[in-house]
C-alpha cells in the first residue's frame, strides 16, 4: 500500500507542477486522480485535490466532471457549485 500512496503523491506532484504550465491539464488531471483516490484511504491526497478545485475550478471544469456521470465526484461537483453560486 506505501507504494501506491508514494506513486500517487508523485503524480500529485507532477500534477501541480503541470498547473504552472497548463492550468487545464494539471487541473483535469487532478480530477482523474481523485477518481482513482476514491476508493483509497489517502484523504490527504483527496482533500489536496480538493482545495485546488475550489481554488481555481471553474464552469468548465464542472461540465467536465458532469460528464464523467460518475457518483465518486459528487463532492467536487458540490465544491464547484459552492464557488460559483458565492461569485
Do not use: C, V
Amino acid at each position: 500500500m506505501y507504494d501506491e500512496y508514494k506513486e500517487m503523491k508523485i503524480r500529485l506532484s507532477l500534477y501541480e507542477a503541470d498547473f504552472d504550465i497548463n492550468q487545464k491539464s494539471g487541473l483535469l488531471n487532478m480530477i482523474d486522480l481523485y477518481g482513482e483516490l476514491a476508493t483509497k484511504p489517502y484523504h490527504d491526497l483527496a482533500n489536496a485535490i480538493e482545495q485546488w478545485i475550489f481554488k481555481y475550478a471553474d464552469a468548465n471544469l464542472l461540465q467536465y466532471i458532469q460528464d464523467k456521470k460518475s457518483n465518486i465526484y459528487s463532492k467536487l461537483i458540490d465544491i464547484i457549485r459552492r464557488k460559483l453560486e458565492s461569485k
